[in-house]
């Protein structure tokens, strides 16, 4: 919903004309004033947004104030005139249409048409020295209005437009409420539903699909900041797959524009400039940002790009954007080529129990935490946070009787429960609103954490900036501030004691 108003200094239409009574009689001329101090329009905006550009339609109600004039005078006696003046407010309505095109953060420009009613005005009016004489003025109140303008998106008031056209400045406000992460991912009772991943195309060791295994034929684009990306990051280091597979690292912050091959460190200040043109960090296809990729596997895809992305070479397109099936392709398809032959993250006597838990631990902990930091309800996000520590709760307990979550080996689920962990007290109990608790409080889970992030190999997985601007920078519906926290401190070397439940 737009409301839009302003103060017009030279909306004014002028009139003039003269007639005849009959014979003898001198002619007469008239003089009419019809003038617009004021027009508001509250109206709704329909459109669809492809890319940058957003072409609407929209409709609703208008409303002017509107004084009117009128004189008319004897040419033969320049005393004797009509002198008629009423003020009223008008409502009516409009239609309209325009595009809006997004050229940077916060910042839009739009071409507007709109046909706008104010309906019809009358008044009367009589000659001072001819009372029998009186003169009646019927008005049609219509406007063609065509306007080009720019719009400052503010995070909390809406939006604040400087009307470019005509001689005044229009300043138009678009109120919103409360404002959605991802709006096609909030059903209607408010609750956040991630979409599916889209491209589940498999790598097989028997040639059983059109990608088979070979080595450095697929490289891996990701985000250290991604929980999700994060667990494929720490699948392809367990198993060594480091020179099977490459990788590139996308920047943490992420525009409308999603997520960028840009250098880190041209992000890192608050007030960076996103737009400015920047060198492309991605040694295979030199794309900017990750929506290439995208589009040149699928022209039509119209969903939110994500990471990660295992990408082929050798077909240039996506085969998998799934960190599921990527995790268990390197686990099963990539096995002859892994440098670390004994790990199993997916060991086959706990199939069924392993799945059942993994499919507990999304649920209600990796995704938990979003649905309770991107709902826009209170009563959603107080059943998702709660749903979210009593599923800490649950293996707050498991923990305390086993050193893993399948006793003494580490499997997969152990590492999707563990890339929310890590981001858990830095970035979810403040930012998402999951504070009933920390991890710290925990003395299990903390333990295990901490067990986990020892791990070979595992700390040079984790990157708590990257981690900590993603969120805080990107996530401007949250945080408009965009102010980054400079803590907590968290310390992972310590003493963990979880080795004293390796005993049978």
Known sequence: MEAAGGYLWARKSNNTGSFILGEGVPPLEIRTSIETHYLVTVAPRIGFASGHFLPYVTGGMAIGDLDFSQSVHDLADPTACIVGEKTQTNVGWMVGGGLQYAFIQHWSARVQYQYIDLGHADFDARVTNSPDFHSHHDASLTEHNASFGLIYQFQLLGAIRLNLVGVGICAVCALRVPMVQFPKE???SGEFKRQE????????????TPFPVVANRYHLYVSLACPWASRTLIARKLLGLEEVIGITIVDPVRDERGWAFRDPDLSSEQGANLTASFASTDPINGFHFLAEAYELTDPHFNGRVTVPVLWDKGTRRIVNNCEDDICQMFNDAFRGLAKNQKADLFPKDIVAEQEKLSDFVYDKINN?????????????????????????????????????????????????????????DIVYYIHFKCSLRRIIDYHHLQGYLTDLYQHDGIAGTVNFDHIKRHYYLTHEEINPSRIVPIGPILDLTGEHDRARLDAP
């Open 186 to 188: 909030e059903s209607a």
């Open 197 to 208: 991943d889209v491209f589940r195309d498999w790598i097989s060791k028997d040639n059983s």
């Open 368 to 424: 938990g935490v979003y649905k309770a930091g991107f709902t826009t309800r209170q009563r959603v996000y107080e059943r998702a946070s709660r749903q979210l520590f009593d599923a800490l709760d649950e293996l707050e307990a498991r923990l305390g009787k086993s050193r893993y979550l399948f006793g003494n080996r580490i499997v997969e689920t152990d590492w999707r429960l563990f890339c929310t962990l890590i981001r858990f």
